[in-house]
């Protein structure tokens, strides 16, 4: 069936420092990939997302890369700060029924 | 605008009782409802989604269940929760591509 693999598990970055999240994709029929966001015992929030028709998608300090080729997808956020410490979540729709696949998670930690 | 409730925020039962949680959704109509539930530290698992009134497809097989009776309120329910069964649950709606959470129930089964 269709999955979406995350890396790393765990990063730890220093403060002011850039963090790259990354994600694979099996579906190659996906076409929409957002990113969440999810502080500690918070509900996820969507920060980012990109569609298939577009390679980049810039917001403030975060950024969204898709490489429909290979199938990945990734996550870039610059000058990180201590809010940023939280656990981001990728995800794939599945084309069949429209529903998202999601990655198993990232826990960023910013450390000052 | 859409706003999407959750009850009630945090559940402690016994191994063996049933289980209710209801998530309401105000402000869209028609959307599309999921469970998730998120074990400690894990990611977020997709446990039914429903397009419609009475539609219901389950992704993972289980001793839960859930209904819609109506359009907008979507409901968890277990005749018997196990201690397998603890986590934090989480309802969303999406209506084209984002998906918005619900503020989520942490159940304990003791």
């Known amino acids: 069936g269709e999955n979406v693999e995350q890396h790393p598990s765990t990063l730890s970055v220093q403060e002011g420092d850039s963090a790259v999240i990354k994600c694979t994709y099996s579906?190659?029929?996906?076409?929409?990939f957002p990113w969440y966001k999810q502080e500690l015992g918070k509900r996820p929030q969507l920060i980012i997302d990109?569609?298939?028709n577009v390679g980049e998608k810039k917001d403030q300090r975060i950024a969204v890369t898709l490489n429909k080729t290979a199938k990945h997808f990734s996550l870039h956020i610059t000058e990180t700060q201590p809010e940023d410490s939280a656990v981001y979540f990728c995800?794939?729709?599945?084309?069949?029924?429209?529903?998202?696949?999601w990655g198993a998670g990232t826990k960023l930690i910013i450390k000052p | 605008s859409q706003t999407i409730h959750q009850w009630p925020a945090t559940l402690v039962q016994p191994v063996g009782s049933p289980l209710s949680l209801e998530c309401t959704v105000e402000?869209?109509?028609?959307?599309?409802l999921y469970w998730y539930r998120q074990a400690a530290g894990r990611g977020l698992q997709l446990l039914f989604y429903?397009?419609?009134?009475?539609?219901i497809s389950s992704e993972v097989p289980q001793n839960l269940s859930a209904s819609r009776p109506q359009d907008r309120q979507f409901i968890l329910s277990s005749k018997k929760l196990l201690l397998s069964d603890s986590g934090f649950y989480l309802c969303?709606?999406?209506?084209?591509?984002?998906?918005?959470f619900g503020p989520g129930t942490r159940l304990t089964v003791l």
């Open positions: 969303a709606w999406s209506s084209l591509d984002e998906q918005f």
């Open positions: 402000g869209t109509s028609n959307p599309n």
């Open positions: 429903s397009v419609g009134i009475g539609q």
């Open positions: 579906d190659s029929a996906s076409n929409y």
């Open positions: 990109i569609r298939s």
């Open positions: 995800a794939a729709r599945r084309q069949s029924n429209y529903q998202l696949i």
